[in-house]
Antibody, heavy 118, light 107 residues
Framework: EVQLVETGGGLIQPGGSLRLSCAAS????????MSWVRQAPGKGLEWVSV???????YYADSVKGRFTISRDNSENTLYLQMNSLRAEDTAVYYC????????????WGQGTLVTVSS | EIVMTQSPATLSVSPGERATLSCRAS??????LAWYQQKPGQAPRLLIY???TRATGFPARFSGSGSGTEFTLTISSLQSEDFAVYYC?????????FGGGTKVEIK
């Protein structure tokens, strides 16, 4: 059974850093396209970043230069390092698997809430 | 960036009735369009991909159509479990973009 479990969210002050983790089971992270998608409270979905199986990465302009996506193949885990956090980064962050090498998402984690506030 | 516009923002429908949701892209996305269903407190769930292919676990009352810039999600006879927010997403171009969502509520 495919499962994605995000951890690492919490309350952080503006300008701070946080690292989110997404532990996967039932499939191999390194063989799939893996993304982070966020949802601000009461708002819609916003794609944040993708890590391709070959290692290529893409970022939304809103996080480029501040966020870094990576993975640990031995742990079968996806990460999102978030630096220079802003109030507008407050959201539930979901990790999601891209289906069959495409950029739509067939499995999602339950999400982890990041709150940026002083 | 391709802007995805969903309409209406809220759709009030009685159980058993038909619901038609619209998604428009600011430029062609071919058939690279997905739909997701999201219920309160839950993660989104893939509903449709390739504009018209239903994902595993969803019944035949859900159907998607369209290509290019105009897409439609139809729920032929709404059941209680279908009341949710529905999002479209294009995956033809970077960055990947979602529509603002349509909330289907009980009339």
């Amino acid at each position: 059974e495919v499962q994605l479990v995000e951890t690492g969210g919490g309350l952080i002050q503006p300008g701070g850093s946080l690292r989110l983790s997404c532990a996967a089971s039932g499939f191999t992270v390194s063989s799939n396209y893996m993304s982070w998608v966020r949802q601000a409270p009461g708002k819609g979905l916003e794609w944040v970043s993708v890590l391709y199986s070959g290692g290529t990465t893409y970022y939304a302009d809103s996080v480029k230069g501040r966020f870094t996506i990576s993975r640990d193949n031995s742990e079968n885990t996806l990460y999102l390092q978030m630096n220079s956090l802003r109030a507008e980064d407050t959201a539930v962050y979901y990790c999601a698997r891209g289906r069959a090498g495409a950029n739509y998402f067939d499995y999602w984690g339950q999400g982890t809430l990041v709150t940026v506030s002083s | 960036e391709i802007v995805m516009t969903q309409s209406p923002a809220t759709l009030s429908v009685s159980p058993g009735e038909r619901a038609t949701l619209s998604c428009r892209a600011s430029q062609s996305v071919s058939s690279n369009l997905a739909w997701y269903q999201q219920k309160p407190g839950q993660a989104p769930r893939l509903l449709i991909y390739g504009a018209s292919t239903r994902a595993t676990g969803f019944p035949a009352r859900f159907s998607g159509s369209g290509s290019g810039t105009e897409f439609t999600l139809t729920i032929s006879s709404l059941q209680s479990e279908d009341f949710a927010v529905y999002y479209c997403q294009q995956y033809n171009n970077w960055p990947l973009t979602f529509g603002g969502g349509t909330k289907v509520e009980i009339k």
